[in-house]
């Protein structure tokens, strides 16, 4: 998880980052870092994947508004 804080502070989104939730953060990671996808985090936090999906959209969305 410190690599998607370390690419966010790079490009001025240290205080998005923040904002985000633990689980936002790790999903966030797991999906663009370390390429896993929904169905496969799904299984592992044990929610739908259009549960993750919407964890993501959200974190990315806080993101954005920074």
């Not at 804080?5 to 990671?29: C, F, H, N, Q």
């Not at 999906?31 to 896993?36: F, K, Q, T």
């Not at 496969?40 to 990315?60: C, M, P, S, V, W």
């Amino acid at each position: 998880m410190n690599a998607l804080k370390d690419i966010l502070e790079k490009i001025d989104l240290k205080e998005g980052y923040e904002r985000l939730t633990e689980r936002e953060k790790k999903i966030i990671s797991l999906y663009y870092l370390e390429g896993y996808v929904d169905e496969e985090i799904a299984a592992y936090y044990d929610l739908t994947r259009q549960a993750i999906n919407y964890i993501r959209k959200k974190g990315i969305d806080k993101l954005k508004m920074f």
